[in-house]
């Protein structure tokens, strides 16, 4: 991964060292990645780091999820195909230190479009680069598309790594495995060579079941240290929370769901600072 940063106490980064990029993904839908997205952005920013969530995914959930509308020509469809410039895309939220560059439906035809053209898994990538070096945001977290397309594999081809979340089921390893192998060889190609899995994180996690601890601790066999320590819980309120467009934090912040991923948040500002 790119240098990060030495952390002081309470992990404050130092506004001088490059944005980090990190895209949230799993080809699986269904499995907390979006709700990984926006709440881990939302906790990072309340920790005080300048956080870009960019949405990539064309059902836009990650836009409704922190309370902004689709709205047509609002998402990177078009800069993506070499039109107009990503900075002029972000938009502010109600919450401070969180930005966004919003979703809609138009995303859809991305994957078509960029095959077409030359260098496709790169066009992200050109595009970040102007965000990045405009020193404005101390991480960038992508909301992948729940697939291995086109838009997902420009995610990590511009990523420093890949936060990966698994529900708690006997088919979490299942994709891990094809998405090593990708990453493998976007590296071997020259596409990344950072290309990596940063973190898992597991999701929907019921402590009552034996099922969902024994499927922690076989992703914790498989996986070792890149499994984060912190379980987020399957909670209503965590469910509820997009509805209302407010991250778990805003909309209950003394949840079970807003006290997971506050302490991921700390866990992943730890982890970043170790890769330094």
Avoid: W
């Avoid at 881990?40 to 064309?58: E, K, M, S, T």
């Avoid at 047509?72 to 039109?83: D, K, P, T």
């Avoid at 919450?95 to 898994?121: G, K, Q, T, W, Y």
């Avoid at 970040?128 to 020193?135: A, F, N, Q, T």
């Amino acid at each position: 991964m790119r240098c990060a940063l030495e952390t002081p106490p309470h992990f404050s980064f130092n506004h001088q060292v490059p944005t980090k990029v990190i895209a949230v993904a799993n080809q699986k839908g269904g499995v907390g990645k979006t709700t990984t997205a926006v709440n881990l952005a939302a906790c990072l920013a309340a920790a005080g780091q300048r956080i870009l969530l960019f949405d990539l995914d064309p059902q836009a959930n990650a836009t409704s999820g922190v309370g902004l509308e689709k709205t047509e020509g609002g998402s990177a469809y078009r800069v993506l195909l070499g039109e107009g410039n990503l900075l002029e895309k972000i938009k502010p939220t109600l919450f401070e230190r969180l930005e966004v560059i919003p979703s809609e439906v138009d995303m859809c035809a991305v994957d078509i479009e960029l095959s077409r053209m030359e260098n496709h898994l790169y066009r992200l990538a050109g595009i970040l680069k102007e965000v990045l070096d405009s020193g404005r945001f101390d991480l960038v977290l992508i909301d992948c598309p729940p697939s291995l397309g086109i838009l997902t594999l420009n995610a990590f081809a511009a990523c420093d790594g890949i936060l990966v979340p698994l529900q708690c089921e006997y088919y979490a390893l299942e994709g891990i495995s094809m998405m090593n192998r990708v990453l493998g060889q976007l590296r071997e190609a020259g596409v990344n060579p950072r290309a990596e899995i940063f973190g898992v994180v597991m999701t929907m996690f019921d402590g009552r079941t034996k099922l969902a601890n024994e499927v922690v601790s076989e992703v914790r066999n498989q996986m070792g240290e890149k499994v984060f320590e912190t379980a987020i819980p399957r909670t209503t309120r965590l469910a509820e929370a997009p509805s209302f467009g407010q991250p778990i934090i805003y909309y209950d912040k003394y949840s079970s769901g807003s006290a997971a991923y506050d302490v991921l948040a700390q866990e992943v500002l730890a982890r970043l600072a170790r890769n330094c």
